[in-house]
């Protein structure tokens, strides 16, 4: 398997450069962690006579970007578009096609979207982290023709965090940070049964933290403040069924450097 990466960068200003990227990956039969799974991809071992030794899934991606430095140097904000285009995917043939039950090769889907990211010190003492990705994608090609057109299963196309960070004093910060994720939709290995569907979620932590005798750090959080009921993920399997997030949670920590 040969693959391969190109990228050009150009600094039109000393604070600022644009970018392009182009890349190739392949991923082959049997490296998933559950290999002996065919809701994930792996090899049916219990039924030998399937031949399921596919060549590798391919991907090409592209991405065109740009960065920027502001508040003298201070601040980074970076934008890119991208695409990446999947090969030789494999899914799960569903009753009622030949082979249901089994795992073919030779589907097919893309995803592209924008990344805006922005990280850094907007103030002397307040400090920013976060970014927003707006995507969305669709099944190319599929054994199952029905499938073509639709969204990816398990892909939320939007997703927003911001984490905020103030200076109280030179030991003492405070800070607090958002979460956003779009709503998810189960399916098959590769398309989204639009009919189940995780909802989109916001979730809020805040927290505490500082320094003394220069060794130690300490640290006081609140995650999902609001104890907020939301869904992790869906677990694929015959029967799925979904993973609940934690609720609120306090907690602390105590950091020593020597």
Known sequence: MVNYNLGLLVKPLPTASVYAAYGTSSNPVGSELDGTSANYGGLQLTNASI???????QAKAVEVGTKWEFFNRHLLATGALFRTDVSNAREL?????????????GA?????GIDI??????????????????????VDASSVPSNVGLPLAFVANQSFNLLAKYEVTKDLEIGGQATYRSKIYGGT???????TVL?????????????????YEWKIFVNNIFDKL???AFYQSAAPFVLVAP?????GLLTAKF
Do not use: C
């Open 199 to 215: 909802p989109d979620y916001w979730r809020f932590d805040a927290f505490v933290e500082g320094y003394f005798l220069k060794h």
């Open 93 to 105: 043939v569903p009753a009622g096609f030949p082979n249901a039950g089994t795992i073919q090769a």
């Open 117 to 138: 990211g922005a990280e850094g010190k907007v103030l002397e003492k307040l400090s920013l982290f976060g970014g927003i990705v707006l995507m969305n994608n669709r």
């Open 247 to 251: 609720g609120r949670v306090v907690g």
């Open 230 to 232: 939301y869904y992790d």
């Open 108 to 112: 097919a889907y893309h995803a592209q």
């Open 189 to 195: 290995l590769l398309a989204a049964n639009q009919g």
């Open 51 to 57: 031949n399921q030794i596919f060549g590798p899934i």
